[in-house]
């Protein structure tokens, strides 16, 4: 079993900056991957990032050069920088584990860009 527990939503403007952090019960290293999902009002849930073994890194197109996913292994955590927001950012944002082939959720972390 992986907890996660997401932090960091809020509102912020139009090209402004906000930082989410995924606390995991167990080390990131430990985990096939970890990513970030985000599901805005009324669209499908799509993959934002994804880090394998803490290493290799992939993005959706929409938000490659402005978003940037880390970690930090001694506080067991992931992070989402993102920058140069834009409305269309909007979205509440989950936390995403993979441990031998099942998958765990975070409960989501809402993210509003709006002047």
């Known amino acids: 079993q992986v907890q996660l527990v997401e932090s960091g939503g809020g509102l912020v403007q139009p090209g402004g900056s906000l930082t989410l952090s995924c606390a995991a019960s167990?080390?990131?290293?430990?985990?096939?991957?970890m990513g970030w999902y985000r599901q805005a009002a009324g669209k499908e849930r799509e993959l934002v990032a994804i880090?394998?073994?803490?290493?290799?890194?992939n993005y959706v197109d929409s938000v490659k050069g402005r978003f940037t996913i880390s970690i930090d292994n001694a506080k067991n955590t992931v992070y989402l920088r993102m920058n140069s927001l834009k409305p269309e950012d909007t979205a509440t944002y989950y936390c995403?584990?993979?441990?031998?082939?099942?998958?765990?959720w975070g409960q989501g972390t809402q993210v509003t860009v709006s002047s």
């Open positions: 995403h584990a993979i441990l031998r082939a099942t998958p765990f």
């Open positions: 167990r080390s990131i290293f430990s985990l096939n991957s």
């Open positions: 880090i394998y073994r803490g290493s290799d890194t």
